[in-house]
């Protein structure tokens, strides 16, 4: 796949095998190659230059799925977000990537579903102890069999049905105790956090899954010493309503009403037609406009429907009722047309590299500085931030500084 | 029309029969009557506590205007502009608003053209020099008859026809030599910033016109020890261009176009038909995002159409097509629908308040703080900047820093 | 309120506080004084000369409904949908049409709200047939005290909350030994529908409501020799719908999904915000659609939300899918900005001219040449017909039917 | 190829190397491989059933280029338009038509522009009865080699510059005259259509140029008893227009203004940046809306812009500003997203159908049937129709008479 030089660093991709894993596969062995920019990816600019990231020579693709079929490169072909010459001039390194990605566990309320790994329904009937060591296994191996530096977790997977935290998440003795008597009850997305966790391996979570965002896993992160982040990658609408929703509160006019209608076509829109699972992604966009806006009078819907024949290409429509002064009002209209597996892989890699550089300068916890990458950011001791433009300032701030100490 | 407390803030309107000084008078009427809320208007916000700004009580509205029909305030009503009750309620403050209005001095270009106050068409047969020294005496009579401890010119003018800067407008020598020889040809905007610099008054420059923007008028601001600012208030499609573009730029998504469309009723609407004064405008406008997105290859172009039946309500279509990761092709659609008077008043009350601020504070020069106002922000030391998100945190930083020191 | 000339016609709203009811008794009075032309009436073009139809100056205006309050004129000025002037030059006929208003009677599940007129509440307690005794009386009241040639019955009312049809109204002799039991259980606007027939008036319902679509009551409507009309009246999103898909069909285009997001903010929004009442109008949304494009694969939506600060003012976008040749996909977005009720007005004129008409040309039972009028038309002997152009060629050749007969 | 069944209709396509002409002849290979569906292609339809259309397999392909590069079909499948499969799958059928392609005739004022053809360059110093001749025997030529029953001429060049018409130009007599002194100064789209006429061709005019509209060039298709149709084929933003201008019409509501602002980045975009080009498209763009809505106050105006990264995806911004009953200004607005050449090709491919019918059934001069296809349609005796579904009415009319008299 690539040579040897300098480090080694593990990607380990859960939903290895859905659109975003598929793009940014693809998109890698492009860079490497030289037949894309890093377009997309702002840690490749300047204001990240002299920090020690990992080159995309340096990266090594491995990961879980629940799910035997790949989303197949010719669909992203034919939908225009994969060009045709990319697809096969990487097809060597995308059937090695394939050759390492192993069997996942499954979520709970998942278990049964069609078109599943008959090998992940079967650890899906292991307690969750055995499920966590079935990962950390896999996580091992993959650091073994290619002498990686360090493996970096990230979750891909799909949305998760929601459901309201259990009391015992909130200490980690109390989830050990609850693991040993298999009454966790953990999503999946949580048993791959401490699995990533005991396995020395910082952990990103790009899903609106719990992930490592209950206290208990924070708890194992800090005892670790392993830096991770999420929740929920910011990719298209939010990123926009956290872009502009600002601009109306420094200029003192009054949103009303903000309507977001998005519509998605791919895995995750299906997905998401489910009302269960559409539950976490709801709470996390309407949370970021009250946050900015600051008016308990705004009223805010945010609906989220499959239409399968956009495939990946998420559209989503905003409609931003204001009033200025004298009461006039006034509106904004925003159409928003992305792939958001292109949209996605870029900020992935980003991620894959900051939290590198996180662990390699030894921090530990919930890493603030990546809080423009997500819509429901994991904060430790400073309040959640949802302005896009004091986010982006603090993650330029935190490259200053570690550049200035390198 | 009120109570003397404290200060009396002379505010001095060019233009003043417009929609924008018409919305201003009225808007400031309902603010005295505890009938509006200040909507719009940042300085009435948390972050500028504390500071020493005029009082909405302590402001007088006078003005020049070159034409003697007034915008009428019915016609703001029938547009859903104006609301009913805060016309009626205000009759008596427009009307003593009306008594201050003077004839005002006319832009070369637009001599002979219909509808003009007599007298402002027999002003323009008289020399430069004499024309300024009449808008000096109009800005004295206003000040001695309402006993003002300070007046601030505001230009709200229709949009002039664009020209070269002439060699003469350089130095402020040069300038007085030919304004001597009657060869100066300045435009109209320009005569009301050398009388207001010689008034003892600070000048707003809210139009895309050249106001204050020659060097030898910064000179003379400087020399009077009087702060100005321009140019071109940033009220809708270009507000929300400098919010947005710095998005993709951060995000490194490669703009390929930006294409805008801009359509408006009004007697700027009207003006901006002609070719000529359209210039100005759509230099102001191209010239942000190219500045923000720092590509050069950006292909990018402004249509401003005159579309009667809209009225005041400005209608804009922007289009972006942008370039994400593996080359996918990507858009974003805005349609902002405001009524430019009523975007446009709130700020003029911000920038007078600014204005009289800084020359309490006895600064001189280009008010650089007030940035985030104006679509081509005039700048003195410092390189000019157009993300809005860093313009406003300067202004934030100038109050707080402002605050600290009284 | 104006000079008896030849005919004097009846119109007697159901729902007469509604927007939509002072919508039309400005705009008739508007209409009657010169101060408005008959934008929307499309009875009023050249179309429609020289038939028999009811001048504006012939119509008296009338009604019932179930709260106290009205609409208020003064909202509607504010909100930009009637002029300030033609609601002061039309107080005199308002207070007129006021005074005529009755209590209502009250849909069952809607027994028990706020702000209801303490009558209908009352009435909610007898029997139906007491209720359709008690609507009669007012129309027979109506009636004699206007010497009115004819009376027609409108229902302009809420949403009622969607139920299934009974068995007994599917023949008139079960319904009426169902009405002696008190077990019919019709809903409110069929007890309209009933007591209009009784009296002799046509009968148009404006609404998603039951009305005279029940089979019993097309029977007693065939039965009495009268006209009657519905369900729905088709005046934005809809109409553009039905208007625009036939394009797609006719040019084999193949529509794979069309997504209609629908938003409004006055009464009939806030009753919609109730999923029961909803669903009708939902259902009504997604025939038209269905129906024209004839292609069972077509994925379509339709979602309706209540967004208060919009008022009356229905804004929908609708996001149409679809491939072309080769495969390849395009799509087509569409943004409706129209008051509700301004639409809804002159629909209603027509419909009561068309009405009138039909009853003098001794026409019974449903009014198919008014198809073009509704979301869901009643139709007779012949098959639905939802495309918007072939339904007005109907209208048309009535028309010119009429016009020959005559 | 493919087998000789029946007859052999030869199709000659004027600008063989442009995006329509990949896209027919990968579709129509694509069709006759049963790989796609007859999506876009009315004629394909139950209403034309039973009619002695040409079959996609009787179809030959040639036509003529003034460039050499074609437009590759790489392109077109790297923006979505052309499926990856159907070019690999139609190798062998577009190599066999890019054999048939020989250099064509430039437009005057072409001559001396880069890239190309040099026979092409060449030929454009030849006088334009020879440049006739020579078109005539690449025809002759084309009919022989295949032995093809007939050859219908498509003219699918890029937009001419704008020219009013020469007096010789009205009569085919003074038209010969003209042409035998070299003083005709036919654009080259005439000469195409004379060169077509002579030769026993039915000619279609799917371009804005002047084709076979000149009245020499009617009367020279009359006289030789030869079907044609034109102008300017009626794709996306028009075809939109002319179906939904007729509701507000129907409606009686008042359009105020319609602007429509149309983006394109394919050769024809390139080819409309020139002004003097646009000028034909324009004016067929506004004759529809203003035919349609009948009112001399509309306010319309159409931009053209060339945005290169839009490629083939013609996309288009309308705001229809209307009012309706009471003065309520309300409005809509369209955003069209489409490929130019995937919405041509089908279309292009009903009218050689449509023409060879014609012409099997002895019919000559304008095929006014076709309306429906067309922004500026060719009439003969009857008035132009610009109303879509009455144009499509007139053509479901032809194919029921033409049926039932076959």
Same mark, same amino acid.
Request: with cysteine; aromatic share 6%; hydrophobic share 35%.
């Given at each position: 796949m690539h040579e040897r030089n300098g480090r080694r660093l593990g990607v380990w991709l859960v939903?290895?095998?859905?659109a975003i894993s598929t793009c940014l596969a693809y998109g890698l062995s492009g860079l490497r190659q030289g037949r894309?920019?890093?377009?997309?990816?702002?840690?490749?600019?300047p204001a990240f230059a002299g920090l020690p990231l990992a080159d995309f020579d340096e990266l090594y693709l491995g990961g879980h799925d629940v799910?035997?079929? %790949? %989303?197949?490169a010719s669909d992203l072909v034919r939908h225009g977000i994969l060009p045709p010459d990319l697809v096969a001039a990487g097809a060597g390194d995308a059937a090695l990537f394939e050759a390492r990605i192993r069997p996942g566990v499954l979520d709970g309320p998942d278990v049964?579903?069609?078109?599943?790994d008959p090998e992940s329904s079967r650890l899906g009937a292991a307690s969750q102890r055995e499920q966590i060591a079935r990962i950390a296994a896999d996580l091992a191996e993959f650091r073994r069999a290619h002498a990686l530096d360090r493996v970096i977790v990230v979750c891909l997977a799909s949305t998760e049905a929601w459901r309201e935290g259990l009391? %015992?998440?909130?200490r980690l003795d109390d989830l050990d105790q609850a693991l040993d008597a298999d009454? =966790?009850?953990?999503p999946a997305s949580s048993l791959y956090a401490y699995a990533a966790f005991t396995s020395g391996a910082p952990f990103v979570n790009f899903?609106?899954?719990k992930g490592s965002d209950p206290a208990a896993l924070r708890q194992l992160a800090r005892r670790a010493g392993l830096p991770h982040c999420g929740s929920?990658?910011?990719?298209?609408e939010t990123l926009l309503k956290t872009a502009l929703a600002p601009m109306f509160h420094k200029r003192a006019l009054r949103v009303l009403a903000w309507q977001g209608y998005n519509m998605l076509g791919n895995k995750d829109g299906e997905a998401l037609a489910d009302p269960v699972r559409r539950e976490a992604k709801r709470r996390n966009k309407d949370e970021a406009l009250r946050a900015i806006l600051r008016d308990p009078r705004l009223h805010t819907q945010v609906g989220i429907d499959f239409v399968p024949s956009l495939h990946d290409w998420k559209t989503a429509w905003d409609f931003v009722h204001f009033e200025g002064f004298l009461g006039a009002r006034m509106s904004l209209q925003l159409t928003w047309q992305g792939s958001d597996s292109a949209l996605a892989a870029p900020l992935v890699l980003d991620l894959v590299r900051l939290a590198d550089l996180a662990a390699a300068r030894g921090e530990a916890g919930e890493?603030?500085?990546? =809080?423009?990458?997500?819509? %429901?950011p994991l904060s430790g001791s400073t309040p959640v931030e949802h302005d896009f433009h004091v986010q982006f300032e603090r993650l330029l701030a935190y490259a200053a500084g570690a550049r200035n100490e390198t």
């Open positions: 939903g290895a095998r859905g894309l920019e890093p377009i997309g990816i702002a840690t490749a600019g799910v035997r079929a %790949s %989303s197949t049964g579903l069609a078109e599943l009391p %015992s998440w909130a009454q =966790a009850d953990l899903t609106p899954n929920d990658g910011k990719t298209g890493m603030e500085h990546t =809080a423009c990458y997500f819509k %429901s």
